[in-house]
């Protein structure tokens, strides 16, 4: 049996819950973590699903903005800390698949190794 490389729609399900995929697996989930659209990727498995819970505040009697109101004094914070949190999730996601924490912010340390690079060209130190 060959062994999968790709999750499959149950252990997609689990691995969006937290759970840890097989070794196998590991370049999968090293481009989900850190890979083009990977901000993308996180931001929406933890704002879209609280959506739906938030709409039960449009239940609530009185005017529609009310219901509005009490959604957004609960969904900006955790727009905030979900972005905030974000490098802290995936080095803690790569940790537990065992791979490399620093492939967090390798795309930062990149980019920043460029700019330096830009900035001795320019000032002639390079």
Not at 12 to 40: F, H, K, Q
């Amino acid at each position: 049996m060959v062994e999968r490389t790709t999750p499959s729609f149950p252990q997609r399900i689990g691995y969006v819950c937290g759970r840890t995929l097989p070794a196998s697996m590991s370049e999968w989930v090293r481009n989900d973590l850190t890979g083009p659209g990977a901000a993308r990727r996180y931001l929406m498995r933890f704002l879209l699903p609280v959506i739906p819970v938030l709409m039960l505040f449009l239940l609530v009697p009185g005017p529609n903005w009310m219901g509005f109101a009490m959604m957004a004094l609960l969904y900006l914070p955790l727009i905030y800390f979900t972005i905030a949190l974000m490098y802290v999730y995936r080095r803690s996601r790569l940790i537990k698949h065992g791979l490399d924490p620093d492939l967090a912010d390798s795309d930062a340390r990149q980019r920043g190794a460029a700019e330096r690079l830009d900035y001795e060209r320019r000032h002639g130190r390079a």
